[in-house]
């Protein structure tokens, strides 16, 4: 079984009618909104969910990306979606004009819950935006937030502030995703603004991602499956510290952020790919077995024997199986080697190893094609190296190709098509 995802960013659009000041306040904030997706996107990939980036996307495009997974999902599936942009007390913003209502594309809570509410099984859902804690509140203060604007109105961020909180047109509601089928985290609470990265990096390390080196560590209390609840839990006991992005001071979070159902020990990240009713135990899910389907193919070959025995590792994001014998022929593979290799789940195949046999009788290939099928995800092998990895003998008998997911459109989901 394959999950999705999409991670979703927005930011203030540059215009060239800027000053240079607000030109370069801005490219900081794309650039600090596109690492915190490359964030999410390992740390999606590191608990098995394959998923997409789009940025400033238009409404009717969300829409579309969220038909395509509905496409390939059922009531098993567990769906993902991470927002990082402004947002207000009813809703997020996800194409910011600067400053200007007119270039703003506003989604209220209201309509998010309705475009999600198209797709079977469940959803976990990360906001990491201004009072995005009003998604997921049983009730919002309306006079309390009105205070609070009016506080810091003379303060340096006050435009800011004041524009992020103001989605004309729509009645003040709170509460829009508490679902029996959404499990939500957000990074502020209703009344609370939101700064920064000081979450997302927290969550990822709590899922089991290291943000700074880009690699798979631990889970939080080294579990293989966590919950919202966990990760909540974990980031309370963190001192949490951000940049302000306009006077440049660093100030410790006053922002807490906070998860629905509160209490539920639901599992929405870990080792495998998570079924959404499963009753199964999660450590018999660890090490159940799954089926990677292997094709590979070589523009020619050169030996002196029949047959050509090789052995081949799957590498996934934090572990890897032992090496598998293909044995083959020089005529299968010119043709094309199929094989069906059930191993342990070892998620996202990321690599792939091939190694001759200790004898070297194994001829000299040059590879042509090279895939790998998880569920309905192809993986191809990536071709473009140097002409030594061609030859498996000039390699200590052995070479390994990295392997990238098909995406059939630049802003399409990755591995996905209608």
Not at 154 to 166: C, D, I, Q
Not at 266 to 294: C, P, Q, W
Not at 309 to 330: C, D, E, M, W
């Amino acid at each position: 079984m394959s999950n999705y995802g999409l991670i979703i960013t927005a930011s203030n659009m540059i215009t060239d009618s800027m000053s240079d000041d607000r030109k370069q306040e801005l490219a900081n904030e794309h650039k600090r909104r596109d690492k915190q997706a490359k964030n999410i996107y390992g740390m999606f990939e590191r608990n098995c969910i394959n998923a997409s980036v789009m940025k400033e996307l238009t409404r009717k495009e969300l829409e579309e990306a969220v038909e395509t997974i509905k496409s390939h999902t059922t009531e098993n599936n567990i769906s993902y979606f991470y927002f990082n942009c402004h947002g207000g007390e009813n809703g997020l913003s996800i194409i910011m004009g600067d400053l200007n209502p007119n270039n703003t594309v506003n989604l209220p809570f209201s309509d998010l819950r309705a475009i999600l509410d198209n797709i079977p099984g469940k959803k976990v859902v990360m906001i990491e935006a201004c009072h995005s804690g009003a998604s997921i509140s049983d009730s919002v203060n309306k006079e309390e937030l009105n205070k609070k604007l009016r506080d810091t109105r003379n303060n340096v961020l006050s435009a800011f502030k004041a524009k992020r909180t103001n989605i004309k047109g729509i009645s003040l509601r709170s509460g829009e995703l508490r679902s029996d089928d959404y499990y939500v985290i957000t990074s502020c609470h209703p009344k609370e603004y939101s700064f920064g990265s000081v979450f997302s990096e927290q969550w990822c390390k709590a899922s089991g991602w290291d943000c700074a080196n880009s690699k798979a560590v631990a889970r939080v209390d080294n579990k293989s499956y966590i919950s919202l609840k966990d990760i909540c839990d974990y980031t309370a006991k963190q001192h949490l510290y951000y940049d302000n992005p306009f006077t440049h001071e660093h100030f410790e979070s006053d922002q807490d952020d906070m998860c629905y159902p509160e209490n539920s020990d639901f599992r929405v990240f870990g080792d495998t790919a998570l079924n959404a009713n499963s009753e199964i135990d999660m450590v018999e899910a660890a090490s159940s077995k799954t089926t990677y389907h292997l094709k590979f193919k070589c523009n020619h070959v050169k030996g002196n024997s029949e047959y050509a025995n090789y052995q081949v590792k799957l590498h996934g994001i934090s572990r890897a199986t032992s090496f598998i014998p293909i044995n083959t022929t020089y005529s299968e593979l010119c043709e094309g080697v199929v094989r069906d290799l059930t191993v342990e789940n070892i998620g996202i195949p990321k690599k792939l190893t091939f190694r001759g046999d200790i004898y070297e009788r194994n001829p000299k290939i040059s590879f042509k094609t090279i895939m790998v099928k998880r569920g309905r995800i192809i993986y191809r092998g990536n071709l473009i190296v140097d002409k030594s990895n061609k030859n498996i003998r000039k390699n200590n008998n052995q070479i390994t190709i990295e392997l990238k997911p098909v995406i059939s459109a630049s802003n399409a989901v990755v591995g996905l098509k209608k």
